[in-house]
């Protein structure tokens, strides 16, 4: 930990270098965060409700979820880029390094644009949605908030390294697969009771993305623990495959020569 401190703050120096081409590439990013809070309005200016959920819902819905893919492009975002690594012969240079290569590529870029331009808006947004909620908060609710939050990171950061793993057996196959998250991702930026049951099995169960924000607000609205138990399960099993995936590929990876 104090080693990635160190890096971390050496990246921030770097930044700073440049504040003025940092600070406009910022606040090119705030106002989509903003913008989606107000198509969410304009849906509700002729409907009062979607499937009993008001406007306010649907704002935690939505803040959460980029809230959290914020956080994880922040820190987490090397490990779906690592085609360009591996077509370029770089991550031998990360190979032969005394330290574990998942660390080097975590600590070898941090996103402060995702970060401050995402991530912290979306949580301004966040709070004063959760706000008008009718939620009896204390410390527990609290901390399930930090843990969504912890586990949405985990989650995304997961599926971040399957995609970079795939490289290591198809080329360029990134923007495939984000391709494909941005759009299942789609999906949970509304109640999935809206969907029939065949989405609503995949987007729960195949490919739990449903937890990262819809779940969360059904268990501050009726103290479901088995959400909180089945929120820890996905975790341990999205690391545990993303890491057997990773593993698997890293071990058939042939080396450039170069």
């Not at 008001?54 to 490990?79: C, D, I, R």
Request: hydrophobic fraction near 60%; proline fraction near 3%.
């Amino acid at each position: 930990m104090k080693l990635y401190m160190k890096l971390l703050a050496a990246y921030v120096q770097a930044r700073a270098e440049y504040p003025k081409n940092f600070a406009v590439s910022v606040i090119m990013v705030l106002p989509y965060q903003f913008v989606t809070l107000f198509i969410l309005w304009g849906i509700f200016v002729s409907f009062d409700s979607m499937m009993g959920w008001n406007f306010y819902e649907l704002a935690v819905l939505s803040a959460m979820l980029q809230l959290v893919t914020g956080v994880a492009n922040a820190f987490f975002k090397q490990f779906r880029v690592m085609e360009e690594l591996i077509i370029d012969g770089e991550l031998d240079i990360y190979l032969v390094r005394p330290r574990s290569v998942i660390f080097q590529l975590a600590v070898r870029e941090v996103d402060l644009i995702s970060l401050l331009g995402k991530a912290l808006p979306s949580m301004v947004i966040l709070i004063f949605a959760l706000g008008k909620l009718d939620v009896h908060w204390n410390a527990f609710r609290f901390l399930f908030l930090i843990w969504t939050v912890i586990f949405g990171s985990v989650l995304f950061a997961s599926i971040f390294l399957i995609i970079g793993s795939l490289s290591f057996f198809f080329y360029r196959t990134n923007e495939i697969c984000m391709t494909l998250l941005y759009s299942l991702q789609d999906f949970v930026n509304y109640p999935v009771c809206i969907y029939d049951r065949g989405i609503r099995m995949f987007i729960s169960v195949i490919f739990p993305l449903a937890f990262v924000n819809y779940y969360p607000v059904i268990f501050l609205k009726t103290n479901n623990y088995m959400i909180v138990a089945a929120m820890v399960l996905i975790a341990v099993i999205a690391i545990a495959f993303a890491t057997l995936v990773w593993r698997y590929g890293l071990k058939h990876y042939q080396s450039t020569g170069s």
